[in-house]
């Protein structure tokens, strides 16, 4: 499912325009993104959950070359899905 197609979605079932649910979706996204950019946890009771987590820098291989690289500390955004949701799945 593409965003557009998500949109389409939301509208028909919470009886929105489409517009109505581009802008849900848009504030949602928006919200989220700066609530994990200041380090917070996003707790959707029943989804899931969107955190911050810190990859610490840790040594690899060039696959091509079989030569040992150094792979950067990084950070990167984690979802735990929810007991609902991964129930009904």
């Known amino acids: ?3 557009a197609q998500l949109i389409d979605a939301i ?3 919470a009886g929105l325009t489409k517009a109505d ?3 849900a979706l848009d504030a949602f996204v928006d919200s989220t ?3 994990l950019k200041n ?8 989804f899931g959950s969107f955190s911050v987590s810190t990859r610490s820098a840790r040594t690899g291989r060039n696959p091509q070359t079989g030569a040992p690289i150094t792979i ?4 990167v955004v984690k979802f735990k899905p929810g007991a ?3 129930d009904s799945i």
């Not at 380090?39 to 029943?46: E, K, P, Q």
């Not at 950067?72 to 950070?75: A, I, L, M, R, V």
Request: charged content about 40%; overall charge positive; cysteine-free.
């Open 39 to 46: 380090g917070d946890r996003v707790a959707l009771i029943g």
């Open 11 to 13: 509208a028909e079932k």
């Open 1 to 3: 499912m593409n965003k």
């Open 21 to 23: 649910a581009k802008k």
């Open 33 to 35: 993104t700066d609530a």
């Open 72 to 75: 950067p500390e990084k950070t």
């Open 84 to 86: 609902e949701l991964a």
